[in-house]
C-alpha cells in the first residue's frame, strides 16, 4: 500500500497543515492511518469523510455530518452530502490533502467522484494533494461504455468507462493530464505509487469492506455488472445478508431459482423492495469458467427479457449509472450482448489508448 510507505511521504507532510481524505480502508497494517500519523507528530487540522463516513458505517444515501473524531481529536467535515467539493472556509487551515481511500474500479463508485473534486479545490485553492495509492481489485477490466458529458453526475464525474482498469493514483494522474478539472487547471500532485510487483493482473483481496454493501470478494467483483440494476426495478440485495451477489423483484417470473426479501439492516435501513419477496438469482457461486474479474450486461438483458412489467423496469437513474443514453435503447430493442459491446468499442478503443499514458503499473 501506498499508505505504509511512511518514508516516501512523511517529508512531504513535515511543517505542514495536513488534511486527511479517508475512510475506514485507510489503513497501515491494522492501524487507521489518522492514528499512524498523528503517532508520528503530523499537524492533522482535518479529516473530510467520504459516502459513509470517516469510519465506513453510514448507509447508502445518508447524510454525513460535521463533528470530531473522539480518538484523535480532529475536525471531521463532510465531503459527501449538500457539499462535495471542499469550499475555501473547509480548506483555510489545510495546506496538503492526503488521499487515501479504497477504489473497486468503477466509473460509479462514488470515491473517485470525492477523489475529483479534492483536487479541484486544491487547484483552485493552491493546496497540495498527495495520493497513497492502493490496488483495484477489478484492475484487470477495461470495459463498458463510456461516460456522456449529458448525463455527468456524482456517479459519473468524468470520461470513463464503467470499468476503468485503473488505481486511484494512475486515475488521479489522468485527471489532472487530461485536464478535467474546472477550467483545465491541474493540482499539486504526487502520487506514492504501489511497491512489490504489482500489476493490474495481481489478485487482491480486500482486508475490509470498501463500503457498506460490498462485504467479499464476490460481491465487489459482481458490482460493475450489478450496479446497473440500481436504475430499474430489481434489487441488488441491499438489506439481505449477500448484497451484490443476488438479483431479483417482484416483477420477475416466480419460477425464478431463487427468492429473497429485503428487509432494514444496518447498511441499509430502508432497501429498495423492502418487505417484497423478490424472484431472481443467487450469483454467489461464480459460474464454471467464470473469469475472477469481469462486466456483462447478460444479467441485465435477461431480467429486462422477463420482466412481466417491462414499462416499469427502468428508473430514471438509469442513464446516470451507464453514462449513455443508448444501453437502455438497445436493451429495450432486444440487442445481443455482442451487438452491444461492439457498440462500446470506438469510445474504449480511444479510452484504452489514453489510458496507457498515465499508468504506473504494468498489465500482467
Request: glycine fraction near 10%.
Amino acid at each position: 500500500m501506498g499508505a505504509a510507505q511512511l518514508p516516501a511521504y512523511l517529508p512531504l507532510l513535515a511543517g505542514q497543515r495536513v488534511g486527511l481524505v479517508v475512510n475506514q480502508s485507510s489503513l497501515v497494517g491494522r492501524t487507521h492511518l489518522v492514528d499512524t500519523l498523528k503517532s508520528r507528530g503530523v499537524n492533522l487540522t482535518a479529516i473530510f469523510a467520504p459516502e459513509h463516513g470517516f469510519r465506513g458505517e453510514a448507509a447508502d444515501g445518508a447524510t454525513i455530518a460535521d463533528g470530531r473524531d473522539a480518538r484523535s481529536g480532529v475536525s471531521v467535515r463532510s465531503v459527501y452530502g449538500k457539499t462535495k467539493k471542499p469550499t475555501p472556509e473547509m480548506l483555510a487551515d489545510v495546506d496538503v490533502l492526503v488521499f487515501d481511500i479504497q477504489d473497486v474500479g468503477t466509473r460509479f463508485y462514488t470515491f473517485i467522484s470525492t477523489l475529483h473534486y479534492v483536487m479541484e479545490a486544491a487547484a483552485e485553492q493552491g493546496k497540495k494533494v498527495v495520493v497513497l495509492d492502493r490496488p483495484n481489485p477489478n484492475g484487470a477490466v477495461v470495459d463498458g461504455p463510456v461516460l456522456d458529458a449529458r448525463h455527468r453526475s456524482f456517479v459519473g464525474l468524468d470520461p470513463l468507462p464503467i470499468c476503468h482498469g485503473l488505481t486511484v493514483g494512475e486515475l488521479a494522474r489522468m485527471i489532472n493530464g487530461e485536464k478535467w478539472l474546472a477550467g483545465g487547471q491541474p493540482c499539486a500532485l504526487t502520487v506514492i505509487a504501489l511497491k512489490g510487483g504489482y500489476t493490474h493482473a495481481t489478485p487482491y483481496r480486500l482486508p475490509v469492506r470498501p463500503s457498506p454493501n460490498l462485504p467479499t470478494a464476490r460481491a465487489v467483483a459482481l458490482y460493475p455488472s450489478l450496479c446497473l440494476f440500481e436504475g430499474t426495478n430489481v434489487s441488488v440485495g441491499r438489506g439481505t445478508d449477500r448484497p451484490f451477489e443476488v438479483a431479483g423483484a417482484p416483477t420477475q417470473p416466480a419460477t425464478r431459482p431463487y427468492q429473497f426479501t429485503p428487509r432494514p439492516n444496518a447498511g441499509s435501513p430502508t432497501p429498495p423492495l423492502n418487505g417484497q419477496l423478490c424472484y431472481g438469482l443467487d450469483l454467489h457461486q461464480p459460474a464454471p469458467g467464470e473469469p475472477a474479474q469481469f462486466f456483462t450486461v447478460k444479467y441485465l438483458l435477461d431480467f429486462y427479457q422477463r420482466s412481466t412489467d417491462k414499462p416499469h423496469f427502468f428508473t430514471k437513474y438509469f442513464e446516470q449509472l451507464a453514462g449513455t443514453d443508448s444501453l437502455r435503447t438497445q436493451v429495450v430493442a432486444g440487442r445481443s450482448e455482442s451487438y452491444i459491446r461492439a457498440s462500446w468499442q470506438p469510445g474504449l478503443t480511444k479510452f484504452k489508448a489514453l489510458r496507457k499514458k498515465y499508468l504506473l503499473y504494468s498489465e500482467r
